[in-house]
């Protein structure tokens, strides 16, 4: 089937952090993206585009929308959606008083495809068409959300978590058990459809170093295979590792001595980390989620985005939402909290340019997506978003006043949330479409 989007097109070429970011931003005011079989065909001016498309392509038409590539969510706990906002504490009291005794309800499959399928309609209503996603300690609860992943046609890494001390009985594994797990969901999920799996030792102070080799063990075994973690989130918590853990210089240290950084690790936060474990991420390619919502929320700090992404050295880092603790699923609203954390640390100033880059082509490539999703751009999947800056009265008053993109993309990073998302599309189809969904 042959679809196009007309609207105008937003895209990058380049690193913004590494190059001028006007020289990255790709932008076609009046575009069409020409969509077959779930890939891009082509992309460019209108009136260019339109004589190229096959009889019968059905144009659909996005007056004064932005079209640009789904987002990307570096470091989401599916599990968490039904305590988003759960008040008072730092991470760990967080953790014990909340987060423990809501993902132990991820025991019955039937509690965990119901919010499997609540989460994925959310990400998609946010625009989200890519997350790195942590299920339970329970493989149904793997099941449940790759199986609506396959159903939607989205791309999804997510996996089990490991987690064998330190945390109740009744969601706790042993280094032994979760291996096994591990591996039948590797072999039921890795690859099937747009579907990685990535092996979860929760954190540090949750698995024992047995199981730490276990991951890393799993890791060897099969090719593509991602790996997520937390990491110097809270300073207690890094207190509580140093204690754990005290042959290790660092946090980051403890899963490097276990073999688990490398250019498909994604570390959540990395909000206390220092020079040498920078120069290690760089060195290996590993990611770090930058997740500002939740890093806002339960006080844990500020991410230094412009320090980690130093031309010299730069770190991967992507945008990660981290509900529960983050308070939105939208990256919208994670790019507004994030322009604050970096004025905050005055390092840098999150433009929009950087900003949308991160949220997609950079986070694509945090990933090692990025020759597949991220870009708008003939032979990418069609995974896009479609962007409304009238979709508040505020945002289309003050949209009124801009005068260039850049203006128009930092008023929707600003004021924008999910209700400017007009649509979602991933693999060519249309997943969401917010004026024919009853109000
Ligand atoms: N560290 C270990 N588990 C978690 C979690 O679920 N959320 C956050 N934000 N940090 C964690
Ligand atoms: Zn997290």
């Given at each position: 089937?042959?679809t ?6 937003v ?17 076609e ?21 339109v ?5 019968g392509?059905q144009i659909?038409?996005?007056p004064?929308?932005?079209i640009?590539?789904g ?16 008040p008072?504490?730092?991470?760990l ?7 423990f ?15 499997a ?6 990400l998609?209503?946010a ?16 099941d449940a959300f790759?199986?609506?992943s396959?159903?939607?046609g989205t791309?999804?890494i ?5 987690m ?9 594994d ?6 096994a797990?591990?591996?039948a969901?590797i072999?039921r999920?890795?690859?099937k ?7 979860t ?6 698995c024992?170093p047995e199981?730490l ?6 890791l060897?075994?099969?090719d593509?295979?991602f790996?997520q ?15 754990l853990f005290?042959?290790?210089?660092s ?6 001595r ?12 990395g ?12 060195r290996a390619?590993?990611a ?11 006080g ?27 308070t939105?699923?939208?990256s ?12 905050a640390?005055?390092a ?6 950087r900003?949308?880059w ?11 997506l ?5 870009r ?10 479609v962007?409304?800056?009238?979709s ?10 801009c005068d ?7 008023a ?13 599309y991933?693999?060519?189809?249309c ?8 109000p």
């Amino acid at each position: 089937m042959s679809t196009a989007l007309r609207g105008r097109i937003v895209g990058f070429r380049d690193d913004p952090f590494l190059a001028a970011p006007r020289d990255c931003l790709q932008h076609e005011p009046d575009g069409l993206v020409h969509i077959e079989n779930g890939l891009i065909v082509s992309v460019g001016p209108y009136a260019e585009i339109v004589p190229t498309l096959p009889a019968g392509t059905q144009i659909v038409c996005y007056p004064n929308a932005i079209i640009c590539a789904g987002f990307v969510d570096a470091h989401v706990h599916y599990p968490q959606l039904q305590m988003v906002g759960a008040p008072g504490e730092q991470l760990l009291g967080w953790l014990d008083r909340y987060v423990f005794p809501t993902e132990a309800q991820f025991a019955d499959p039937d509690h965990a495809r119901r919010v499997a399928r609540r989460f994925l309609r959310e990400l998609l209503r946010a625009g989200t068409t890519t997350a790195a996603v942590y299920c339970t300690v329970h493989p149904q609860s793997v099941d449940a959300f790759f199986a609506e992943s396959v159903r939607l046609g989205t791309r999804m890494i997510a996996g089990k978590v490991l987690m064998d001390r330190n945390v109740p009985d009744a969601i706790r594994d042993t280094a032994k058990t979760g291996h096994a797990e591990s591996l039948a969901l590797i072999r039921r999920w890795h690859g099937k459809a747009r579907q990685s799996y990535a092996v979860t030792p929760r954190f540090a102070p949750s698995c024992s170093p047995e199981q730490l080799a276990a991951a890393a063990d799993l890791l060897g075994q099969t090719d593509g295979l991602f790996l997520q973690t937390h990491l110097a989130e809270n300073q207690a918590e890094i207190a509580w590792v140093a204690r754990l853990f005290p042959e290790a210089r660092s946090y980051l240290d403890v899963y490097d001595r276990a073999g688990l950084v490398g250019a498909r690790s994604i570390f959540g936060h990395g909000i206390h980390l220092d020079e040498q474990d920078f120069c290690i991420c760089h060195r290996a390619g590993a990611a770090l989620a930058h997740c500002p919502t939740s890093n806002l929320f339960l006080g844990s700090g500020n991410f230094r985005l412009f320090e980690a992404r130093d031309p010299r050295r730069p770190v991967h880092v992507a945008l990660g939402s981290d509900v529960g603790a983050g308070t939105s699923l939208s990256s919208l609203v994670t790019l507004n909290e994030a322009y604050k954390v970096a004025q905050a640390v005055g390092a840098g100033t999150l433009d929009a340019i950087r900003g949308f880059w991160l949220a997609t082509l950079g986070g694509a490539r945090a990933l090692s997506l990025d020759d597949r999703i991220g870009r708008v751009a003939p032979g990418y999947e069609a995974d896009l978003v479609v962007l409304d800056p009238d979709s508040s009265p505020l945002l289309s008053f003050r949209t009124g006043f801009c005068d260039s993109v850049e203006e128009l993309l930092f008023a929707l990073m600003t004021l924008g949330d999910d209700r400017a998302i007009r649509a979602t599309y991933v693999n060519g189809r249309c997943v969401h479409d917010r004026d024919a969904e009853a109000p």
